[in-house]
C-alpha cells in the first residue's frame, strides 16, 4: 500500500450527519456572538418623525452604542423615558447636570451665559415651550431638544422634563440614509467650540 493510499484511510468521514453537525455549530455560534454584541455594543435604532431634520429624517437608521462615558453637549442620544404622549426619544443634548439653559425670545439658546451657535443645525420658530428661564439642569439628568425647534416636544416643555442618564440606550455613532449613505457628522464645529466656552464659563472641564 503507498504512502497516499494510507493518507487516504487515516481521513476521518464525517458523512452527512457529521457535516450538519458542523453547520448547525457555525450558525448557533454566529447567532450567539450576534447577540452579545447587540446586547453590549451597538444597535441599530429606527428614526420617525421630523423634530430631528434636517439632520435626521424618517426611514434613517442610527448606530446607537451605549455610554461608558458621560454624555455631553451635542451627543444626539435615545431617550427610553415614557413620558406623556411620547415613547423613545431620539433629540440632541444641549445641557447635562449643572448646566444653566436660558432661552430667549429670539429663540437663542444660552449655555452657562454663552449664546450657542446652533444655526448651521437647527430649524428654528419662535417655540420656548412652557418652561420659565433660565433653568438649571438637574443632578444625574440632561436636557434634551430636537434639531427642528418649530416641532419638537423636548425638554422645553414640563410634561418632558429633564431626562435622567438611566433613561438613554445611548449615543448615536453613524446615521444609515433612507438612500444608502452612511453619515457620522451630528455635530457642528462651531457649536463645539460655544459648548466648550460654556463649560468653561461655569467652572467645568471643556471636552
Request: net charge negative; aromatic share 10%.
Amino acid at each position: 500500500m503507498n504512502k497516499d493510499s494510507e493518507k487516504k484511510q487515516e481521513q476521518p468521514s464525517y458523512g452527512f450527519i457529521g457535516v450538519l453537525f458542523e453547520a448547525t455549530s457555525v450558525v448557533i455560534t454566529s447567532i450567539v456572538m450576534i447577540a452579545v454584541v447587540f446586547t453590549f455594543g451597538f444597535r441599530m435604532v429606527g428614526v420617525d418623525g421630523t423634530s430631528m431634520n434636517n439632520t435626521l429624517a424618517t426611514g434613517d437608521w442610527l448606530l446607537v452604542t451605549p455610554y461608558y462615558s458621560e454624555p455631553k453637549y451635542g451627543d444626539i442620544v435615545i431617550s427610553t423615558k415614557i413620558t406623556q404622549n411620547e415613547g423613545s426619544l431620539v433629540k440632541r443634548v444641549i445641557g447635562t447636570e449643572g448646566d444653566e439653559v436660558n432661552i430667549d425670545d429670539a429663540e437663542n439658546v444660552y449655555v452657562n451665559g454663552v449664546l450657542l451657535d446652533d444655526a448651521s443645525y437647527t430649524l428654528k420658530g419662535g417655540q420656548r415651550g412652557d418652561r420659565t428661564y433660565p433653568v438649571t439642569v438637574p443632578e444625574d439628568c440632561v436636557m434634551l431638544m430636537g434639531d427642528n425647534r418649530v416641532v419638537s416636544w423636548d425638554s422645553r416643555y414640563e410634561a418632558i422634563g429633564f431626562i435622567e442618564k438611566e433613561y438613554l440606550l445611548g449615543k448615536a455613532q453613524l446615521r444609515l440614509s433612507k438612500d444608502w449613505n452612511i453619515y457620522s457628522n451630528f455635530h457642528d464645529e462651531a457649536s463645539g467650540e460655544a459648548a466648550r466656552a460654556a463649560k468653561t464659563a461655569a467652572g467645568q472641564p471643556a471636552e
